[in-house]
């Protein structure tokens, strides 16, 4: 789609500094409207570069929006000790030992 627009514009573009060019040759040349031609070459010379320039600037890229976190409070954990017990290689309970629990 970006090239067939690129392509038409800058057809539209040619066509907009070719025609003045072709209208210009064909009425009768005369001292009083040598600067109306003028102005009208320029006129349609510098609408072609203007479309020009448009067509062949690419698009901007997308806004990113980044949203920043809420504030997370650090809560210091609370600990205790507590018992665990301890089994052996048969499953048989063998004891317990000391442990620390945290919340």
């Not at 573009?13 to 040598?34: H, K, M, N, R, T």
């Not at 067509?55 to 665990?84: D, F, I, S, T």
């Not at 290689?89 to 004891?95: L, S």
Request: with cysteine; glycine share 12%; net charge positive.
């Amino acid at each position: 789609m970006l090239k067939v627009t690129t392509r038409f514009v800058g057809i539209l573009a040619a066509l907009s500094i070719g025609a003045p060019l072709v209208a210009g040759s064909a009425i009768p040349a005369s001292a009083g409207d040598a600067g109306s031609a003028v102005a009208a070459g320029l006129l349609g010379g510098a609408v072609g570069v203007m479309v020009g320039a448009a067509a062949a600037r690419p698009a901007p890229p997308p806004v990113v929006v980044y949203e920043r976190p809420a504030p997370v409070e650090y809560v210091e954990p609370v600990c205790h000790m507590g018992r665990q017990p301890v089994f052996d290689e048969y499953g048989n309970p063998a004891g317990s030992r000391r442990v620390r629990v945290c919340n």
